[in-house]
């Protein structure tokens, strides 16, 4: 069984810096896509970043193109979201997914098969 667990969480001023976690467990291959998600009040929710674990190529979304840096440590099974310069804007509640994959990464939340429960972000001015 599959499970992520984010942490990292919280409310920190514009301008500000945070880091998400999310652990891992359950996946058995070590080819993932591994990506973070976000979703706002009434808002659709979009991705954020992505990252291939076989070659740690990642993508990211142009808003958080030089600010956001996400990683993963494969051996412990976590993936960050280095959040730089946060805005109110980055406010939203914030997802890890997986999904295994052979070919690298689908900047797609219906190309993921787990999530985890998510972590909330507020940003304020």
């Known amino acids: 069984q599959v499970q992520l667990v984010e942490s990292g969480g919280g409310s920190v001023q514009a301008g500000g810096s945070l880091r998400l976690s999310c652990v891992a467990s359950?996946?058995?291959?070590?080819?993932?896509?591994m990506g973070w998600f976000r979703q706002a009040p009434g808002k659709e929710r979009e991705a954020v970043a992505t990252i291939y674990t076989v070659n740690g190529r990642a993508t990211y979304a142009d808003s958080m193109k030089g600010r956001f840096t996400i990683s993963a440590d494969n051996a412990k099974k976590l993936v960050y979201l280095q959040m730089n310069s946060l805005k109110p804007e980055d406010t939203a509640m914030y997802y890890c997914?997986?999904?295994?994959?052979?070919?690298?990464?689908?900047?797609?939340?219906?190309?993921?098969?787990?999530w985890g429960q998510g972590t909330q972000i507020t940003v304020s001015s």
């Open positions: 997914a997986a999904r295994t994959s052979t070919s690298g990464c689908i900047w797609s939340e219906e190309a993921f098969d787990y």
């Open positions: 359950g996946l058995t291959d070590r080819r993932n896509c």
